[in-house]
């Protein structure tokens, strides 16, 4: 297949959670190394949280995967609702025991007071998009976790539920809570930049000057799953100039119309 450059820059843009894009940015890793930190530390679930867009789930995934040869770990990316189907799983997960009928909390909380831990390593369920769980099946997860034979690490937006869980669980020992954010302008150069190097589109990531990204953060304010959109819409539209209209664009430096363009037909903006 041909090398399209816009083509290839675009699909870089592509909002998918996989670990071999994973950037390393400066904050996210201070955070990550803090987070490492406390996996090791007795009595503590791990919350992690922040706006949608803001790499929860890429910051989980990649834990996830540097874990696993350290730690028995496991990721939920999709909460299992269904408490009988979440406990089997995870007697399943922590234990290979398989169960053919109900399991509810009281009959696996036996089974977790009668194991042994294998080794001083606690082994660590990742949960994402955790807002969507109910308070209840929270509380079980923390007296879960206070058996100390099991860790969460547990990734949720804000939502009102989560203000219920930080009101009753937030500020008590059993936490450490990160906050992800969005970037800054300079994270946003870095990311946009090495997104692109990364896929050997050298050329389109020095296509952005300090102006443009001041521009597109100004639009996405930072959010990355926004700016995923942003940039996925404008390499979209230069592939389109390039097909039809060559001579209306400008390979070397971004063009701030583009941008705008772009911003108005991800609906970022308002026209
Ligand atoms: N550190 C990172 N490296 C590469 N891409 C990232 C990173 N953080 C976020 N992203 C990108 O941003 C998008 C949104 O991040 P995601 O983890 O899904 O956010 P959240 O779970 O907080 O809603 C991802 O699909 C991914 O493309
Ligand atoms: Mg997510």
Redesign the pocket.
């Known amino acids: 297949m041909e090398f399209n450059i816009y083509e290839s820059s675009r699909d870089v843009?592509?909002?998918?959670?996989n670990t071999k894009?994973?950037?390393?940015?400066d904050r996210?890793s201070n955070i990550y190394q803090s987070l490492k930190d406390s996996i090791t530390k007795p009595l503590k679930m791990i919350l992690l949280y922040?706006?949608?867009?803001?790499?929860?789930?890429?910051?989980?995934?990649?834990l996830h995967d540097s874990l696993l040869s350290s730690h028995a770990a496991h990721l939920y990316s999709t909460p299992i609702l269904d408490e009988s189907e979440f406990f089997k799983t995870l007697a399943q997960d922590l234990y290979g025991m398989e169960y053919s009928g109900e399991l509810n909390f009281t009959q696996f909380m036996k089974v977790v007071n009668n194991k042994e831990l294998n080794g001083p390593v606690i082994p660590l369920i990742l949960l994402?998009e955790a807002q969507l769980y109910s308070s209840s099946m929270m509380e079980k997860i923390r007296l879960l976790s206070d058996t100390r034979k099991v860790k969460f690490i547990i990734?949720l937006?804000k939502t009102e539920k989560e203000d219920l869980i930080a009101k009753e669980h937030f500020q008590t020992r059993i936490w450490e809570s990160i906050k992800?954010e969005n970037a800054s302008t300079t994270e946003l150069m870095i990311?946009i930049q090495k997104?692109l190097m990364k896929a050997n589109c050298l050329d389109t990531a020095n296509m952005f000057s300090i102006k443009s990204i001041n521009l597109i953060h100004k639009i996405t304010d930072g959010n990355?799953?926004d700016?995923?959109k942003l940039m996925y819409t404008l390499f979209d539209i230069y592939l389109h100039y390039q097909q039809n209209n060559p001579n209306q664009i400008n390979g070397s430096q971004v063009s701030n119309k583009i941008i705008e363009m772009s911003a108005i037909h991800t609906g970022l903006i308002n026209a």
């Not at 843009?13 to 959670?17: E, G, K, S, Y």
């Not at 894009?21 to 940015?25: G, H, N, S, V």
């Not at 922040?50 to 929860?56: I, L, V």
Request: no cysteine.
């Open positions: 843009f592509l909002d998918t959670v894009d994973y950037i390393q940015l996210v922040g706006k949608p867009g803001t790499g929860k789930s890429m910051f989980l995934t990649k994402d990734a937006h992800l990311y997104k990355y799953r700016t995923n």
